[in-house]
């Protein structure tokens, strides 16, 4: 089971999920990206420090992400995964597409200039 917590920050919609990111949580996922569109916001940062396990469908909603984000000109961005989560992040290769960050301060720079995952390092805090 997954929960989402969202609050929003400007342009940015921030959603702190908690539990299981997986196939049986993908309608709720679904559900809190039409927020976006509700809330006008050009960046949604996943903080993923309380997902206990990612499957390849959670992959396939954070590339859809991605590309929901892209159309408008935004941005995903993802904070704080647990090691095992980010060596799956990187097997998939989303780093080359979303950028992740140890923290909230840091990913909040990619709405705010515009940084994206090549040049987050450039941006860190």
């Known amino acids: 089971m997954l929960l989402i917590h969202e609050r929003k920050l400007d342009d940015t919609l921030i959603f702190k999920m908690t539990g299981r990111f997986e196939f049986?949580?993908?309608?709720?996922?679904?559900?809190?990206?039409?927020?976006?569109?509700?809330?006008?916001?050009?960046?949604?940062?996943?903080?993923?420090?309380?997902?206990?396990?990612?499957?390849?469908?959670?992959?396939?909603?954070?590339?859809?992400?991605?590309?929901?984000?892209?159309?408008?000109?935004?941005?995903?961005?993802?904070?704080?995964?647990h090691p095992h989560t980010q060596k799956i992040l990187e097997l998939a290769n989303l780093p080359s597409i979303i950028s992740i960050h140890n923290l909230e301060e840091q990913a909040l720079l990619v709405g705010q200039y515009g940084c994206g995952p090549v040049t987050a390092m450039k941006c860190a805090v």
């Open 24 to 81: 049986q949580s993908s309608a709720p996922f679904i559900g809190a990206l039409d927020r976006i569109t509700e809330t006008h916001c050009t960046h949604l940062i996943l903080n993923l420090q309380e997902v206990s396990f990612i499957d390849s469908t959670a992959l396939g909603l954070l590339h859809f992400a991605h590309q929901k984000l892209s159309a408008i000109g935004g941005a995903v961005s993802i904070v704080n995964p």
